[in-house]
């Protein structure tokens, strides 16, 4: 499976922004699928992961209420949508695919098979 991210850019906080993340293959639907985020000088953090069907969802504590993952296995794609931007929310965002692990233990960085390129998101003040 190879998966590309896109649909960052700048953004004025308070702004709302969808990424999306396309894979090729006709396993994308056997994976789930998680986003991550990346700021200069931070680790990477788990920021939304979705399980194969689309029906177990978790979130990191600092995006609640905020992002929302979604997938359409039709057209091998799952978004994040991300609302009320700040900017600490400033990153190069991934999604990552996992075959046989939990969204929790996904998100945690644990299970993945593919990474895609990330895409910058940049939230000015």
């Known amino acids: 499976v190879q998966l590309q991210a896109s649909g960052g850019g700048l953004v004025q906080a308070g702004g709302s922004l969808k990424l999306s993340c396309v894979g090729s293959g006709r396993t994308f639907s056997d994976y789930a699928i998680g986003w991550f985020r990346q700021a200069p000088g931070k680790e990477r953090e788990g920021v939304g992961c979705i399980s194969v069907s689309g029906g177990n969802t978790w979130y990191a504590d600092s995006v609640k209420g905020r992002f929302t993952v979604s997938r359409d296995n039709a057209k091998n794609t799952v978004y994040l949508e991300i609302n009320s931007l700040k900017p600490e929310d400033t990153a190069v965002y991934y999604c990552?695919?996992?075959?046989?692990?939990?969204?929790?233990?996904?998100?945690?960085?644990?299970?993945?098979?593919?990474w895609g390129k990330g895409t910058q998101v940049t939230v000015s003040s």
């Open positions: 990552a695919a996992g075959r046989t692990v939990t969204v929790v233990r996904l998100c945690s960085g644990y299970g993945m098979d593919y």
